[in-house]
Every structure is written in C-alpha cells, then in structure tokens.
C-alpha cells in the first residue's frame, strides 16, 4: 500500500459509483488495545461481502489521515481515519489506516465481485 493520493483515489471511488459492488469495512482497536492496557474499553466492526449501490463517494482529508463517505439511497457507508490505498491486480479499491505500529485499525475495501474468506487463497 501507499500513502493516498487524494485525485487519484477520488478518480477510483467515482469510477465504482451507481454499480453493485461489494464492501469490506473493518474497524478494530481491542485485538491491540486489550494486550497493553486492561482497562482498555476494546471495541471493533466487520462487515465483508454488503452489497450496495452507492449514488456518489466522497474522500475529504482530515489532516493526516482521510475520511470515506459513500451516500447509499438510504443512509451512508463512513470510515475515517484512511490513509493508505492501492488498486489491485482484480482492480479492488483497498484502503486502511494503521497506528503508529504499523496495525490496522480501519479498512474500507470496494470490489465489484465479491470478496472470498481470508482463509481462500486464490480470490477471484
């Protein structure tokens, strides 16, 4: 991954609007969290294979780091605190934000087909 280029990633967001595509959103702090502070109150969101149509995307600096929102028909997809993407070779948008130890803390993926089980490991 690299660190996102804004028109770049946009242009990539635009390209994926009013199409049925897969989302992958995943947030975590308490895999991390819980080993360094007991009190840590943890918490966490996945969600693999949604599948929506959104109207229009939006990606806005927050200084540092990027927040993602796509507009669904009724409601909206949001994750902040992106800040690395890349297109890959099935030409699925993947985004991330990591702290400053290099683990994940929020990732967005977009693809038009729907992404397999971790555990696969020849995605098609």
């Known amino acids: 991954m690299k660190p996102i280029e804004q028109d770049k990633v946009q242009a990539v ?73 890349e297109v890959d070779e099935q030409g699925r948008l993947l985004m991330a934000g990591h702290d400053r130890e290099g683990r994940l803390m929020v990732a967005l993926e977009i693809s038009e087909k729907p992404f397999t089980h971790e555990a696969d490991t020849d995605e098609q």
């Open 13 to 85: 967001i635009d390209q994926f609007a009013n199409k049925d595509v897969y989302i992958h959103l995943e947030t975590t702090n308490g895999a991390y969290a819980s080993h360094f502070d007991e009190n840590a109150y943890n918490v966490g969101a996945f969600i693999r294979n949604a599948h929506v149509n959104y109207q229009h995307g939006k990606l806005v600096s927050t200084g540092g780091s990027f927040r993602v929102g796509l507009k669904l028909e009724l409601g909206w997809v949001y994750a902040e605190g992106v800040s690395d993407y």
